[in-house]
């Protein structure tokens, strides 16, 4: 149980480019979903907290019209690279937790591998 | 502020040999704490997590962990490790403002055949 799928696995794409990343809990229904941010052997970087129905939360740092996320539903979360350029390129993985309560364990995609050119 | 510290950054041991990957905390209260591994390339997965109760803690794939309140660590444990075991290790703290995860910067485990 507790599966999330991302999707898509990899990226390539030209600079100037929307990229669009989804997040989906496939047994469960996900009440909070977390996008982070990995550099090459680097820990994860959390850039927003996106609950369904709601605005997302971004963290300090992060440019909300940069990376665009929508919580449509219990079991889907997108994120949108717009423009992306060259530094946007990283690894993106999402998580999904059921509750609200950090005393439920976030279940992780396999990430998105994503290189702009 | 909650923070994770992982001291080591690469461990290598044989197969066969015990391991500890230590992890230590900063937080205010009581800590939801969390282990997981990534291997390269893919996202990460639960090994185990402590909330409250009995501090030595049974994860998956023979994992354990020990939170010890006066040290404030958890570290992990496996008594054998497999070759299988190579990978990404990210110890994590939850709570706080936001109920999100701080994450440690990871150890690196290499096993040796």
């Known amino acids: 149980g507790a599966v999330v799928s991302q999707h898509p696995s990899w990226v390539i794409c030209k600079s100037g480019t929307s990229v669009k990343i989804e997040c989906r809990s496939l047994?469960?229904?996900?009440?909070?979903m977390f996008w982070y941010r990995q550099f090459p052997k680097q820990s994860l970087m959390l850039m927003a907290t996106s609950n369904e129905g709601s605005k997302a939360t971004y963290e300090q740092g992060v440019e909300k019209d940069k990376f665009l996320i929508n919580h449509a539903s219990l079991t889907l979360s997108t994120l949108t690279v717009t423009s992306a350029h060259p530094e946007d390129s990283s690894f993106y993985i999402c998580?999904?937790?059921?509750?609200?309560?950090?005393?439920?364990?976030?279940?992780f995609g396999d990430g998105t591998r994503l290189s702009i050119l | 502020a909650q923070s994770v510290t992982q001291p080591d950054i690469h461990i290598t041991v044989s197969e066969g040999a015990s391991l500890e990957l230590r992890c230590n905390y900063s937080?205010?209260?009581?800590?939801?704490l969390f282990w997981y591994v990534q291997s390269p390339g893919q996202g990460l997965q639960l090994l185990l997590k402590?909330?409250?109760?009995?501090?030595l803690v049974q994860g998956i794939k023979g994992f354990e962990a020990e939170f010890k309140r006066s040290q404030s660590s958890f570290n992990l444990r496996k008594p054998s490790v497999h070759w299988s075991d190579a990978a990404e290790y990210f110890c994590?703290?939850?709570?706080?403002?936001?109920?999100?995860?701080?994450f440690g910067t990871g150890t690196q485990l290499k096993v040796e055949l």
């Open positions: 998580s999904a937790r059921l509750g609200a309560n950090s005393n439920q364990p976030q279940h």
């Open positions: 937080y205010g209260a009581t800590p939801y």
């Open positions: 047994d469960f229904q996900a009440t909070t």
């Open positions: 994590a703290v939850g709570g706080g403002g936001g109920n999100k995860l701080t």
């Open positions: 402590y909330f409250s109760g009995d501090t």
